[in-house]
């Protein structure tokens, strides 16, 4: 009976509607420039970075709540192990993007990847190194500022000072990720693609990041 009721009701959306809510924002998006509609173009641009926005930082929390769960569960010795195969997984799997490209063609592969976290960052240059700094943090940092290691989520902070904390105490778990990544080499017997280096005020000041010539 409740459910022929309900089948009597109006229909929330029109069949355009439902089409519309389909289709990909970046079509749409070029669909309104090719009209020439730039104020719709705009709101979907805005759509757009809302959306990888979203995606972006639900997935940072739930591998920050994986984490939380081995290192609450096993203990440090394992989330440690756990951080090494992970990360060494995918740095070598990056590995293929860098190998035998000059400086130049790696930096501009490096940043595209960095801008997927969609915040700005300033990239300096000497004559030994590139130094980037985030501004904020688009992961980890802004997870910090967000509140996630106090309640409600009370995601992980690994008490014990040691080589992935940067020996410093009660470090945020998801940045611990950064030590694996520093000693990683992404080519085969070279150094790593980039060095990270963690603020003394980790959600307050940025890190930086050094990629050597």
Known sequence: M?????????????????????ERTLDLLESSIEAGDMETAKKLSQ??????????????????DILT??????????????????????TARLSSRYTNKPIRRK????????????????????????IITPQ?????????????YGPPYHFLKIEKPQPMTFNRSNFPVYCAHCYFQNITATEPGGPPL?????SQ???EKPCRIYVYK
């Not at 930096?107 to 590139?130: N, S, T």
């Open 107 to 130: 930096m501009k592969i490096l940043v595209a990847g960095l801008r997927g976290h969609l915040q700005p960052f300033k990239i300096e240059e000497d004559d030994e190194k590139f």
């Open 69 to 90: 769960f081995i290192g609450k569960r096993y203990g440090e010795e394992v989330l440690y192990e756990a951080l090494k195969e992970t990360v060494g997984g995918y």
């Open 194 to 198: 980039f060095i990270t280096e963690p």
């Open 201 to 203: 005020k980790l959600g």
């Open 136 to 148: 904020p943090c688009g992961s980890g940092g802004r997870l910090i500022k967000e509140g996630g």
């Open 2 to 22: 409740i459910g022929a009721r309900n089948m009597t009701k109006k229909k929330i959306f029109t069949k355009e509607e439902l089409k519309a809510m389909g």
């Open 47 to 64: 759509r757009m970075y809302s959306e990888f926005l979203a995606m972006h930082d639900l997935y940072r929390d739930w591998v920050t």
